[in-house]
C-alpha cells in the first residue's frame, strides 16, 4: 500500500483522483488546490487542503499542475527529502526543486474533460532521480494502468515530439478533410469509419506496412488530379510535401 | 430482393460476397473472375464463372476490379441497358460503357487482406445515371450498410481526396512518430493510445473543437524546442508547415 497526496485541481489532477480512488494499492490521503471551490470530484476519505502547509506525510506527492507552475510549487513545498513527481510530458526532472528527491509521473494521453478515460490502457512514462525511488512510482502507476514504461528526460523529449505528429497534426490533417468535405457539402460523417480505421491498423502492422495511396504507388496521375482539384494553397503544399516524404520513405525502405 | 452479380475476385469483391451473403434482402447469384482459381470465398449458392457471356439476368452488376480495368470490363459485358456499378472511389461514373445504365457503389474504406471488417459501419457513396436506378443501388447498399450517401462524381472526387489526408497522410504522421521513437529507444507502444484517442475524440468534436497542441496555444517556447530536439531535415519541415497551417486555422475560427 502507497500513500499519496496529489498537488493540483485540474483535468490531470482529476483523472488521476479518480482511478486512484478505484484501486486498492493505493491510499489518496490529499489532494492540495489553490483554488478554495476547485470542479472537483473526491472519495469521502480524503482531505482537500488549500495550504501547501497542510501536507502530511505520504510516500509519493504528484505535482498535476501546469508546466510553469512546476518549479514555484515545488518550491513552496514545506518537507525536504520526500518524493516529489511532476506529471509532464515537457518539463525536466530538473523542473523540480532540489529539496525532495525528483521524479516524473507521466501519462501519454490527451485528456478531454468529462471524457471518461480507461486508465487501465494508458501508458505511464516513468523516471526517477534515485533508483530506490523507481518502484515507488512504478507501483503507483501500476495500480491504475497496465501500461507502464521506465523513459529517461531524453526518452519523454523525443516522446513528446512524436506526440506532436500523431496527435496534433494528425488532427489537423482531419480537420483539412473536414474543410475539403464542407466545401463540396459532403458530410464529415462520411469520412469517420476511415479515420478510426487508420489508427486501428496501426494498432497491428507498423505505419510503414499500413501505408496505402498514390504516393505510396507512385500513382503520378492521381497526384497530380488530386493537386489540380485542390484550390486552396496550404492544402496544395502539404499535400505536395507530404506525398514527396512517403516516396522519400518508401525509397528508404 | 435484389439479384446481384459480381464481377471482380479481389479484396474489395471478396468483402461484398461475404458482406451480401449473410444479408436476407440480396440474392447473389454468379461472381465472375478472369482467374480460373480465385482465393475466394463463396457461399454454396453462388456459381462462379470465368466467361462474362455466361453472366445471366440480374438487377445489378457489380464491377470491382482495379480502376484501370473498368472501361475495359464494362466494355466487354455481352448485355445492354442494365444497370451496372464500379466500387471506385477515384473513377468517375464515365469510366463505365455507355451500353449499360450506370451507377456507383463505392464502400469508403481501407480494406486490408484477411482483416474482417465491419460492413455495417461503412459509408456507401451512390450515383447512378438515372435517377430510377438509384432505389436499386441503394436498397443493395442499405442491405449491408447502415450508412449510405448519394454523392455524385465530383463530391466523390472531393472524398478522394480528402481520403488521402485522414488516411494516407496521418498514417505517414504516425510513421514519422515511429521514427522519433526509434531513434530514441522508445517503444512505439507508448504511443498507440494516442493515436487510438486522437481518431476517437473526433467522432464526438469537429477537429477544430479538438485541436490541442503548442501550435494551438501559440507556445513559441515548446515550438522552437521542438524544431531544435529534431535532427531531420524533413521531420523539421513537415513540424513547420504543419504548426503554420494550424495557426493560420485559428486565426480564421
Given at each position: 500500500m502507497i500513500n499519496v497526496s496529489i498537488i493540483g485541481s485540474g483535468n490531470v489532477a482529476q483523472h488521476l483522483i479518480t482511478a486512484f480512488a478505484k484501486s486498492k494499492n493505493i491510499q489518496l490521503i490529499q489532494v492540495y488546490s489553490r483554488k478554495e471551490q476547485p470542479a472537483l470530484l473526491l472519495p469521502d476519505s480524503v482531505v482537500m487542503i488549500h495550504?501547501?502547509?497542510?501536507?502530511?506525510?505520504?510516500?509519493?506527492?504528484?505535482?498535476a499542475v501546469s508546466d510553469n507552475a512546476i518549479a514555484e510549487v515545488s518550491a513552496q513545498l514545506p518537507f525536504k527529502n520526500r518524493l516529489v513527481v511532476h506529471t509532464s510530458g515537457s518539463a525536466a526532472l530538473d523542473a523540480l526543486n532540489d529539496s525532495n528527491r525528483k521524479g516524473v509521473f507521466y501519462p501519454l494521453q490527451t485528456f478531454t474533460k468529462n471524457k471518461e478515460v480507461d486508465?487501465?490502457?494508458?501508458?505511464?512514462?516513468?523516471?526517477?532521480?534515485?533508483e530506490t525511488d523507481y518502484t515507488?512510482?512504478?507501483?503507483?502507476?501500476?495500480?491504475i494502468s497496465d501500461k507502464v514504461f521506465s523513459i529517461n528526460s531524453l526518452q519523454r523529449k523525443s516522446?513528446?515530439?512524436?506526440?506532436?505528429?500523431?496527435?496534433?497534426?494528425?488532427?489537423h490533417l482531419y480537420g483539412i478533410g473536414n474543410a475539403i468535405c464542407n466545401e463540396h457539402?459532403?458530410?464529415?460523417?462520411?469520412?469517420?469509419?476511415?479515420?478510426?480505421e487508420t489508427a486501428e491498423k496501426v494498432m497491428q502492422?507498423?505505419?510503414n506496412e499500413a501505408q496505402t495511396g498514390p504516393?505510396?504507388?507512385?500513382?503520378?496521375?492521381?497526384?497530380?488530379?488530386?493537386?489540380?482539384?485542390l484550390s486552396d494553397e496550404n492544402q496544395k503544399n502539404i499535400y505536395t510535401i507530404l506525398t514527396q516524404s512517403i516516396q522519400d520513405n518508401v525509397k528508404k525502405l
Open positions: 495550504d501547501l502547509n497542510d501536507l502530511s506525510e505520504a510516500d509519493l506527492y504528484i505535482i486508465f487501465t490502457a494508458i501508458p505511464f512514462c516513468l523516471e526517477t532521480q534515485n515507488i512510482v512504478e507501483q503507483a502507476a501500476k495500480a516522446l513528446h515530439v512524436a506526440a506532436v505528429f500523431v496527435n496534433n497534426f494528425t488532427n457539402n459532403v458530410p464529415f460523417e462520411v469520412l469517420k469509419p476511415l479515420i478510426k502492422l507498423s505505419p504516393a505510396k504507388r507512385n500513382d503520378t496521375t492521381t497526384i497530380e488530379a488530386h493537386l489540380a482539384f
